[in-house]
């Protein structure tokens, strides 16, 4: 069955691969995002507490993808930094939610898809910023998981590094690439196709029993030690 789907990201990365992917399965997908992207497009800034969000009455599914990889040691990070990624992880969400929140409730079975990151659960090195934040952001996929709940189901993934323009500054050369994956059990690291099909899983009504979940897909990364 077809279903409306809301992407709050969508020009590139994990969330232009998922609404390729929920396009070609016969979904209707409206991106919202600062750049153009695919199916029904219109600009949304999510940093932006101005920006106006057009959405429609009804929503099946939403997925809010805008995210930050603000890597610096913490004597180097300035309140703008911290406040830079409050506001898109943590209160570009929130705004997005409660204006969501009225079209999720009338499909009676709706979905939320957030993404945090692995470093919330494991201590990494030059990640406070953007860990403290999105650890918020779980807090809050837990909360309203319970809030929302029977008729909207909350989620969020926890990938380590995915291969998306986001990233590619830490990617940029095949020797980056190759350190990368050797700090992985499983040696590699993640794409943009993987997790678009995570995510679409979870709008789907094959997870009509999870809520309230942080799903970790992250090469093993969080939760093996290899001796």
């Known amino acids: 069955m077809s279903k409306t789907i809301v992407i709050i990201g969508g020009s590139s990365g994990i969330s232009a691969a998922l609404a390729d ?67 898109i992880n943590v209160m570009g969400a929130v705004r997005v939610l409660q204006r969501a929140e009225k079209a999720l409730l009338a499909s009676g079975s709706g979905s939320v898809v957030l993404f945090s990151t692995v470093a919330v659960g494991t201590g990494m090195p030059y990640h406070a910023s953007v860990a403290a934040s999105k650890g918020a952001l779980e807090g809050l996929c837990r909360s309203l998981a319970a809030e929302w709940a029977p008729k909207i189901r909350v989620n969020a993934i926890a990938p380590s590094i995915t291969d998306t323009p986001m990233a590619q500054r830490l990617l940029s050369s095949p020797e980056k690439k190759d350190n990368s994956k050797q700090r992985h059990p499983l040696q590699r690291i993640g794409s943009e196709e993987e997790l678009a099909g995570l995510s679409s899983f979870l709008l789907s009504e094959a997870a009509a029993g999870l809520t309230g979940q942080i799903l970790r897909p992250d090469n093993g990364l969080g939760s093996l030690r290899l001796l």
């Open 21 to 87: 992917r929920l396009l070609a399965e016969g979904h209707r997908v409206l991106t919202r995002c600062r750049r153009e992207g695919p199916g029904e497009w219109a600009p949304f800034d999510a940093a932006d507490e101005a920006s106006e969000l057009v959405l429609p009455d009804h929503i099946d599914g939403l997925v809010y993808a805008p995210g930050s990889i603000n890597l610096k040691p913490f004597k180097g990070l300035r309140p703008n930094d911290w406040q830079s990624d409050w506001n």
